[in-house]
């Protein structure tokens, strides 16, 4: 019931396409759902980030929409670049200090 | 301001021996995490902090593996005994800490270990 899981494991998208990454959770008692960026040699980083009020929060061309009824929340990168190329981890948190996380995806931009 | 930092930035080491990795906090972050990052994995909890204190222990793999902290600010995790199954990238993270909205996470570049 803690764990959160996450699709596709790897991705390529055409430069300019939409990037889709999926996570879905168990437990009702989260209520942040943020997305991570990760690149190579570097830690996670805080992109994005949702609470369940809210259905759907978007950030330049970064776009968490959120399924309360289905659990799941998904992050669309539009017109994506290759400086997008990088892991994306999703996560979700009940209010303490305890993340989960997802176990992440691998997007590859093409130029 | 600075964010998280931990050294070394690579550390190689042969099978059997003990190894400590550094992690030094955002400045007045109270909370402080260390995760382990498989090839190709998620990031695995080992450990919480709240100040000098270690409430959650409960993702440390074994008793090889242990983490202080000190002055609640840097902190030290051990492995003892290394084996070639803990080659990896450790994660360090710290966050305001003691509040509900207060936990967001900021993560340093990490300490990639190589057991051989």
């Known amino acids: 019931q803690q764990q959160v899981k996450q699709s596709p494991q790897s991705l390529i998208v055409q430069k300019g396409g939409i990037s889709i990454i999926n996570c879905a959770y168990e437990?009702?008692?989260?209520?942040?759902f943020p997305w991570y960026q990760q690149f190579p040699g570097k830690g996670p980083a805080l992109l994005i980030a949702i609470r369940p009020d809210v259905s759907e929060k978007k950030e330049g061309r970064f776009t968490i929409s959120f399924n309360k009824s289905a659990k799941q929340f998904s992050l669309h990168i539009m017109d994506s670049q290759p400086g997008d190329s990088a892991t994306y981890f999703c996560a979700a948190n009940s209010g303490t200090y305890k993340y989960i996380f997802g176990t992440g995806t691998r997007l590859k931009v093409l130029a | 301001g600075a964010g998280v930092s931990q050294s070394p930035s690579n550390k190689v080491t042969e099978k059997g021996k003990d190894v400590e990795l550094r992690c030094d906090p955002i400045?007045?972050?109270?909370?402080l995490y260390w995760y382990r990052q498989s090839l190709g994995q998620g990031l695995e909890f080992l450990i919480y902090f709240q100040g000098n204190s270690a409430p959650d222990k409960s993702g440390l793999p074994s008793d090889r593996f242990s983490a202080e902290r000190t002055g609640g600010s840097v902190s030290t995790l051990t492995i003892q005994r290394t084996q070639q199954e803990d080659s990896a990238v450790y994660l360090c993270?710290?966050?305001?800490?003691?509040?509900?909205?207060?936990?967001?996470?900021?993560f340093g570049p990490g300490t990639r270990l190589t057991v051989t």
């Open positions: 400045s007045g972050h109270t909370a």
């Open positions: 437990n009702t008692a989260f209520d942040y």
């Open positions: 993270a710290s966050s305001l800490g003691d509040s509900a909205r207060s936990y967001e996470q900021y």
